[in-house]
């Protein structure tokens, strides 16, 4: 051998002769492939990276063999293997290749030297048998080979599925077409995993068809679609995921695959499936062992090793791809990048996961390399030998290291809660360890709250492993929960939930299967009550957590809905979709305020967005029912929150109708364009404020229009241009500053815009406009602002959000910035404004954002109003303050709107 290494160092680049000396040193079946190499391919095989060849399905790796002999088909076949395993071993221990690259390579030699012994095999059986006329057959690869992920040691899992009838022609013997199947299977497999001289080419695992070993080997492809569907159990679902035609009639094997997919893909998010796949993996940890790296332990089944990466994948798979196709793939690196891509799983864990799979798939092929032999385990001497083999110094140490991020992945998202061996302590038994920190009524409340989810497990509607899984939940919530002020509402918020879910055991099993659900969970029902509120109401939302991109992709997708609103012709359908949808983003809205994802700005524009869409669609609805046209110069204008982008989770929408003709009185069929404007006004007012699911769920006020509530509903456009240019007040003209055209045809759009630009754009003498928002302001004090100092009311009170919004609005009208938003309105100030005003404006924004921050999440998590904040630090909203707020004390929120107070007052003086 020797000799045979020197002659190839003469014939490779000396960058490549420690590599080649080490191959042959630590891997015996390298060794051993050596021995019947001609120089010739010697030289093909030693090369770089970059000129390296690697085995596919193709002729170039498996030539076909037109013998007709069983021993000659036998040597081709394993001549075939032995080259391309050269080069595998050449690829992965000499260069450290790609390990994706090379398990693809892997898999695809394995499909093409199927499909050449399955040719092989009708050859070898057809002169006893002959054929079947208009029959085929094909082979679906399973598991690591339909996921194109195979490894050097490992089985292959096919699964021969046949179409076709009658008996057999042409041979000495005529069969059934069924026995015919069976005898070429048999011969298929012989040819594969019979043991000669020259080994074997693959070993065949056929227990993954239906039936196992006690079915036949080879099943009518009919008869196999209906055995999944009618009667396949879990692990099939989660195996067929991989599914692929690999030889044979590929069409034959798609027309399968396709024919599974409602067995594998559900339209709902099944966490039960998950929950089975979590103790199927727990039955394998009991046959693999539960011991961490040494010899003997599994890089495949153990805990942390790559059966664990395989699982996480097939069970978001399997959660998600019912709804989105785009994650029907077999590849396990393709698929987790595509569940990334869905928002499925974090970019962080699949970074990491990723990094383990192929750090284990390396190890694993180490392995199987050094001897040729089908393991997955440590050898004793495995820490010297795998480093040589990878390259990986301190190997026991980085394989500890990635089997305890797998481990904790796993643990994230399928692991059920309470499965590190602690005692459950039995919270639905009597245990009431902790309640004397609660006072009398606390700990009654906690009793009861116990009690009722003890009563809604004990009437039958769930299965009896959710008594088990109720209990892991509350070991894991209730030392939080008794530590937490809202602690004993979120448990009788629990216990409701409980009671919702009534017989839908999926939910439990998605709070006992997925930590980051159950600890999303008893965070939020201890934070918001709003929040806990809806998810009782709605116990879908448990699923939110499972995706990692949230928020503004989520309000695209509501208002794409409600622009796709066509069906006018149901009209309580929908409304009933208006609705929903509007209190869908609300509570999108609230979960992105509650996990700190999304500034008060952003949420009001969302918020804002919806509006929009839902306004839009409401006035579609409106023209179809009354048979005018789509472009029917109506228009929305929103005012206030809604047309600056500020909107809150309860703001109302402020609203002027302005109908853009030129004659009013014309008529369209039997009334006037007037007389349609005016209904379509009354019945969008109706529509919009309706409680779902009659309705979009908005308050409405319609008192901005020209002349107040003694004014038309609806305005021409002519009527809106002179009343704003003759007889508006300044209040009004600070109302126009936030206004947008918010629905109706373009055209008609920019008129009133432009209406809107001509009034604001109107030289106002600076001393005039100050003295009117004073006066204004003063009157508003005065009759809204809080008689007493046990109150502040942030948005009334003198230093709160409406003085902020009067100096922009000031501005607007003044030194003409063409913004909305009130914090536009500050910042784009032109260079030649008092420099007072631009000193002041980044304390004036901020403490904005800070005051609308403090709106949001006394809403979302109190169902509060900044309308009357305690003025006692201890009070619960100062608490939430402190959790979620940049002011956190009513002295410091008193010190803020006294500058405020004081700015107003210095910037419209001067």
């Not at 011969?187 to 196992?212: A, F, H, N, Q, Y």
């Not at 940890?285 to 089944?301: L, T």
Request: glycine share 8%.
């Amino acid at each position: 051998m020797s000799e045979q290494i020197d002659t190839i160092l003469n014939l490779t680049s000396p960058e490549l002769h420690a590599d080649v000396r080490r191959v042959f040193e630590i891997s015996q079946q390298f060794t051993m492939l050596m021995r019947t190499v001609l120089e010739q391919e010697s030289q093909t095989l030693f090369v770089d990276q970059d000129n390296a060849l690697l085995p596919d399905g193709s002729d170039v790796w498996v030539p076909t063999y037109e013998g007709s002999d069983l021993v000659g088909c036998l040597a081709h076949l394993r001549k075939c293997k032995h080259r391309a395993h050269r080069h595998l071993i050449w690829w992965e221990m000499g260069l450290r290749g790609d390990m994706d690259i090379s398990c693809r390579a892997i898999a695809d030699l394995a499909s093409g030297l199927m499909d050449e012994a399955l040719r092989m095999a009708e050859r070898l059986v057809a002169p006893r048998y002959g054929a079947i006329e208009g029959g085929s057959f094909c082979v679906i690869g399973l598991g690591k080979l339909g996921g194109r992920e195979l490894n050097l040691g490992s089985d292959v899992d096919p699964l021969f599925v046949w179409q076709g009838e009658g008996s057999t022609t042409g041979g000495r013997q005529s069969v059934p077409a069924q026995e015919y199947y069976m005898h070429l299977s048999r011969m298929l497999i012989r040819l594969m995993s019979e043991r000669t001289v020259d080994g074997m080419v693959w070993p065949v695992d056929m227990r993954l068809r239906p039936g196992g070993d006690a079915a036949a080997i080879a099943l009518h492809i009919d008869a196999t679609v209906n055995f999944y569907l009618e009667y396949g159990q879990t692990w099939e679902r989660a195996m067929l995921i991989k599914a692929r035609p690999v030889a044979g009639d590929l069409l034959l094997g798609q027309v399968f695959v396709d024919g599974i997919v409602p067995f594998i893909y559900r339209r709902y998010l099944d966490y039960t499936t998950v929950a089975a796949l979590a103790d199927m993996k727990r039955r394998i940890d009991g046959q693999a062992g539960s011991g961490g790296i040494a010899a003997g332990f599994d890089v495949k089944r153990g805990r942390g090793g790559i059966r664990e990466i395989e699982f996480i994948i097939q069970s978001l798979q399997l959660l998600h791809a019912g709804r989105n196709e785009a994650l029907r793939v077999q590849p396990s690196m393709q698929a987790i990048d595509l569940l990334e891509q869905a928002g499925a799983i974090g970019a962080e864990d699949v970074l990491l996961l990723k990094q383990a799979y192929r750090f284990w798939r390396r190890v694993e092929h180490a392995i199987q390399s050094r001897r040729g032999e089908q393991t997955h385990k440590l050898q004793d001497d495995y820490s010297a030998y795998l480093t040589a083999a990878t390259g990986i110094v301190n190997i026991d140490v980085e394989m500890r290291r990635q089997a305890v991020i797998v481990e904790t992945a796993f643990r994230k998202y399928i692991k059920p809660v309470g499965e590190d061996g602690q005692q459950v302590q039995g919270w639905l038994s009597g245990k009431v360890e902790g309640f004397d920190a609660l006072d009398e009524a606390g700990a009654g409340r906690m009793s009861q709250g116990l009690q009722h989810v003890d009563e809604c497990l004990s009437r039958g509607a769930l299965p009896e492993r959710s008594r088990v899984q109720v209990e892991r939940i509350l070991e894991r919530a209730m030392p939080r929960w008794l530590n937490d002020e809202n602690g004993v509402t979120a448990l009788e918020s629990f216990s409701k939930l409980i009671r919702s879910i009534s017989g839908r055991a999926t939910w439990i099993d998605l709070m006992a299967t997925h930590q980051g659900v159950l600890d999303w969970l008893i965070g939020v029902l201890s934070a918001s009550q709003y929040l806990a509120g809806h998810i009782v109401k709605d116990p879908s939302w448990l699923e939110w957590p499972l995706m990692t991109e949230h928020h503004e992709t989520d309000i695209k997708q509501v208002c794409a809905k409600l622009d796709g609103l066509d069906a006018f012709d149901d009209v309580e359908q929908t409304l009933a979709d208006i609705g929903r949808s509007v209190d869908q983003a609300r509570l999108l809205c609230a979960l992105a305020v509650d996990a700190h994802t999304a500034d008060a700005m952003m949420v009001g524009a969302w918020l804002a967005d919806v509006a929009d869409a839902a306004t839009s669609a409401v006035l579609h609805l409106c023209l179809y029912e009354m048979d005018l046209p789509e472009a029917f110069p109506f228009v929305a204008l929103a005012m206030g929150k809604h047309g600056s982008q500020e909107m809150g989770l309860v703001s109302d929408l402020d609203m002027v109708f302005v109908l853009v003709h030129d004659e009013p009185a014309a008529h369209v069929g039997k009334r006037s364009r007037g007389e349609h404007a005016q209904r379509i006004g009354r019945r969008m007012i109706q529509y919009l404020s309706g409680k779902p699911p009659f309705g979009a769920g908005f308050e409405f006020d319609a008192r901005l229009r020209p002349s107040g509530s003694s004014g038309v509903l609806v305005t021409s456009l002519t009527g809106f241009h002179d009343y704003q240019l003759n007889e508006a007040q300044t209040w009004e003209h600070q109302a126009l500053c936030r206004a947008r055209a918010a629905a109706g045809p373009e055209n008609a759009k920019a008129a009133v815009e432009a209406v809107i630009l001509e009034v604001l754009g109107q030289k106002r003498n600076a001393q005039t406009l100050a003295a009117d928002v004073m006066e204004m302001r003063a009157k508003m004090l005065d009759h809204l602002g809080s008689k007493s100092d046990a109150v502040i009311n942030l948005k009334q009170d003198a230093g709160g959000l409406v003085d902020i919004e009067f100096l922009a609005q000031y501005a607007r009208l003044i030194f003409g910035s063409g913004s909305r938003r009130v914090i536009d309105m500050l910042k784009n100030l032109p260079a030649d404004a008092p420099e007072a005003w631009h000193q002041s404006i980044p304390f004036l924004a901020d403490t904005y954002r800070d005051y609308r921050q403090m709106e949001n999440v006394l809403r979302v998590e109190l169902w509060a109003s900044i309308g009357k904040l305690p003025g006692d630090a201890s009070a619960t909203e100062w608490e939430t303050m402190r959790r979620h707020a940049a002011i956190t004390s009513p002295d410091a929120l008193r010190q803020r709107m006294a500058k405020v107070r004081l700015l107003f007052n210095e910037l419209l003086s001067n």
